[in-house]
């Protein structure tokens, strides 16, 4: 079964995390990263920051979705790296 299959058989799966799903699979490599801002996505799907946030929760719980911490040498944070299933 394909990705479009699979999440829009979870009845269970809000809108809002499959549009986040999607975007992130459309942007992700070969091997399922990427790491777009929440700002960024947010702004691309004209969503809020918090709902972008509840939707990456959500795929997160699911296990449609990975996601790691990235940080500077620094030490500060920078956009998280998202890996889809």
Not at 10 to 33: F, I, K, Q
Not at 60 to 77: D, I, M, V
Request: contains cysteine; charged residues 20%.
């Amino acid at each position: 079964m394909s990705y479009f299959g699979t999440i829009y058989a979870d009845t269970e799966l809000p809108h809002r995390a499959r549009a986040v799903y999607t975007y992130l699979r459309d942007r992700s490599g070969v091997a399922g990263s990427c790491w777009p801002g929440i700002n960024t996505i947010a702004a691309d799907l004209h969503l809020s920051r918090s709902t972008v946030k509840r939707a990456l929760n959500e795929l997160t719980a699911k296990g449609y979705l990975q996601k790691e911490s990235r940080f500077r040498p620094n030490g500060s944070s920078t956009s998280n790296l998202y890996t889809v299933h």
